[in-house]
């Protein structure tokens, strides 16, 4: 079975363009998280969608925003890009919102603002 | 205080040794407890997860969690140069199923 997918898997934009990052979970997951991670750090999570509501939200500006689609892939999407924004965005797809379904992350996307 | 604690490492260990890592969480009502792996470069692999006191085998791993004492540790027996990664502890809590992670523990395998 195919296990999380991401696309693009590299993006260079410009301080403030907009950009759009695209996930597909393993088939039968209904739930998408995001996750940002800087270099040397461990992920730090954006949000949570399940059955296309969204379930949790990290501490990240409003420029950061989401949504999942009734075949429950999702796209991240990042107003006015700054530099600070450059990361490796990870999806990790999970059955259900409960703590105890284990969460798989796909490859990521790398994301570098200039 | 960090809500998810890890020892930044590198932790080097010979080729055949066993490696501990070790991860402290400061928040009582987390739930769950998992071990991801993170090769440079690539994105984190589920390896262990663990959700009641005591000690969870699988392979040449052991995750041990100890909720009165909140950690979680992992062990790899008979390290291999392929085990050399950057190994990050995640504790969900009891909604929602959000990961807060370690900074993750670097391990260095020498044959």
């Known amino acids: 079975d195919a296990g999380v997918t991401q696309s693009p898997t590299h993006l260079i934009k410009t301080r403030g363009q907009h950009v759009t990052l695209r996930c597909s979970p393993i088939s039968g997951h209904k739930s998408v998280s995001w996750y940002q991670q800087v270099l040397g750090q461990g992920p730090q999570f954006i949000f949570q969608?399940?059955?296309?509501?969204?379930?949790g939200r990290g501490n990240f500006p409003d420029r950061f925003s989401a949504r999942q689609f009734p075949n429950y892939s999702s796209e991240l999407n990042v107003n006015a890009l700054l530099l600070g924004d450059s990361a490796l965005y990870l999806c990790?797809?999970?059955?259900?919102?409960?703590?105890?379904?284990?969460?798989?992350f796909g490859p990521g996307t790398r994301l570098t603002v200039t | 205080q960090k809500e998810v604690e890890q020892n930044s490492g590198p932790l080097s260990v010979p080729e055949g040794a066993i490696a501990s890592l070790n991860c402290t969480y400061s928040?009582?009502?987390?739930?769950?407890f998992f071990w991801y792996r993170q090769y440079s470069g690539k994105s984190p692999e589920l390896i262990m997860s663990?959700?009641?006191?005591g000690d969870k085998e699988d392979g040449r791993f052991t995750a041990q969690l100890n909720k009165a004492s909140q950690y979680v540790s992992l062990l790899i027996r008979d390290s291999q140069p392929s085990d050399s990664a950057t190994y990050l502890c995640?504790?969900?809590?009891?909604?929602?199923?959000?990961?807060?992670f370690g900074g993750g523990t670097r391990v260095l395998v020498k044959p």
């Open positions: 969608y399940y059955e296309k509501e969204e379930r």
């Open positions: 990790a797809s999970s059955w259900g919102q409960v703590p105890t379904y284990e969460q798989y």
């Open positions: 928040d009582r009502g987390s739930q769950s």
């Open positions: 995640a504790v969900s809590k009891a909604a929602g199923n959000k990961l807060t």
């Open positions: 663990i959700y009641s006191n």
